[in-house]
């Protein structure tokens, strides 16, 4: 039976997120509750949207121009088989690099993994950034959130050519939502500042839309 992934958000089309032209989808839920995480409303164990991993994978690529794909959250070694699925599916329509972050370490997720199908997706990743978010040791610089997590590059495909620890960092908001709502969307890992920023805004439109 095809896997639902509970997504939290989708980004079709980045260069904030890796090497490339990306696409991103954040899920929903994370049972590691880091504090000062980045994305906190991506935190509840909550149904958001559920979509058929061959329906995500699909609209990942609709963008001919897509070369890569990044996984982050929340946190998807807790739906790893539904995310592993995508993989595949996108990678039979297309060479794609694939970056996934995880709050837990690579050493837990072999030992005791989260969920089922966590080797199935650790299989299709090309990088991994894993570990807790530790906003002490937030640097701002490179893709990973915090000094203390790894950039493992599981596959040769992304080695070169791209600084993951040490390169500027790029962020984006994106404005969603319809007529009667205004959404914000941060896509990259934010520089200092940034994501309190745009989530006072956020909330100020929540405010003003009577939300």
């Known amino acids: 039976m095809a896997a639902n992934v509970n997504v939290a958000a989708i980004c079709v089309g980045t260069r904030n997120l890796g090497p490339g032209w ?6 929903q839920g994370c049972p590691l509750r880091c504090p000062e995480c980045l994305a906190p409303e991506w935190i509840p164990d909550r149904v958001a949207n559920l979509v058929p991993a061959g329906d995500l994978a699909a609209e990942l690529i609709a963008d001919p121009a897509v070369d890569g794909l990044t996984f982050s959250g929340g946190e998807p070694m807790m739906q790893a088989a539904g995310l592993a699925e995508v993989a595949r599916e996108v990678r039979r329509a297309r060479d794609v690099s ?46 990973r959130g915090s000094t203390n997590q790894q950039v493992r590059h599981l596959t040769d495909r992304l080695a070169e050519g791209f ?13 969603g939502g319809d007529d009667e709502f205004v959404e914000l969307m941060l896509v990259g890992v934010p520089p200092h500042g940034m994501a309190a920023t745009v989530g006072e805004i956020s909330r100020r439109i929540e405010r003003e839309n009577g939300r």
């Open 22 to 27: 990306r696409s991103a989808v954040w899920v």
């Open 98 to 143: 694939l970056i996934c972050f995880t709050g837990f370490t690579l050493r837990r997720l072999k030992e005791r993994p989260p969920s089922a199908g966590v080797a199935d997706l650790l299989s299709e990743v090309d990088v991994l950034v894993d570990g807790p978010y530790l906003a002490v040791r937030n640097d701002g610089r490179g893709l």
């Open 163 to 175: 600084d993951f620890e040490h390169g500027p960092r790029t962020a984006e908001v994106r404005v």
